[in-house]
């Protein structure tokens, strides 16, 4: 199969950008490995981010950015560019602003396929995730102030349910909290990142007889 395989089913199984509601409700969390952590009421803050596919010859890929050593929160963490909306703003709009101003992604040069699931984050975040496609390798420069690196992830690595581990960490109170995991070479793809990446799986592969073996194919330029 061809990269074009990928390209339709993102087109068939993606919402449609019209279908975006600021107020939705989310459809995956931070809470669904942890139902006995205290979810509150409250009204959620709507952000997006960026899931820029690139079609490469040799297969497709996720491009992926690591957050600055110097930021305030989440540091060195890894992530998609994206950040809150501005007053006005969809989460196409946002995307697509917070890529140019994090790693100087030309928009134009960014097809929009669609919308994944919507997903709450611990911190109250309401995101977004949309999906773009590249028709070819991207020129990117990240800023100092927020990214410390570009890079880009297979996309067959990414939808294989093989590399999807549950991780934790124990808090101060004895709870402890589970999210999903990707590692891949030296980094540590997790949390919403990852979270974010298992819904995106589930809404393209959830129906396959071998999701896995769908994903590779998809991934692929020519049959193997």
């Known amino acids: 199969m061809s990269l074009e395989t990928l390209r339709r089913r993102l087109s068939e199984r993606l919402a449609p950008i019209g279908a975006w509601r600021a107020e939705a409700a989310p459809a995956r969390s931070d809470f669904d490995l942890n139902p006995q952590a205290a979810r509150p009421v409250r009204e959620l803050r709507p952000a997006a981010v960026l899931i820029p596919v690139v079609a490469r010859p040799e297969g497709a890929t996720v491009l992926l950015t690591r957050r600055a050593d110097t930021l305030a929160r989440h ?9 809150r909306l501005d007053p006005g703003e969809t989460a196409v709009q946002a995307a697509l602003r917070e890529a140019d101003e994090e790693v100087a992604l030309n928009p134009a040069a960014v097809e929009v396929l669609g919308l994944s699931d919507a997903y709450e984050t611990g911190t109250g975040f309401l995101v977004t995730p949309v999906i773009g496609w590249l028709d070819r ?8 102030d927020e990214v410390a690196e570009v890079f880009e992830t297979p996309w067959d690595f990414l939808m ?5 581990r549950r991780d934790f960490y124990d808090l101060e109170d004895g709870l402890r909290r589970w999210f999903w995991a990707m590692p891949w070479q030296e980094r540590y793809i997790w949390g919403v990142t990852a979270g974010i990446l298992k819904g995106l799986h589930a809404r393209l592969y959830g129906d396959e007889v071998d999701p896995e073996r769908a994903a590779e194919r998809d991934a692929a330029e020519v049959e193997a």
């Open 137 to 144: 390798p991207p020129l990117t420069r990240p800023s100092p």
């Open 160 to 164: 294989d349910a093989a590399n999807h």
């Open 75 to 83: 540091t060195g963490q890894i992530a998609f560019p994206g950040g």
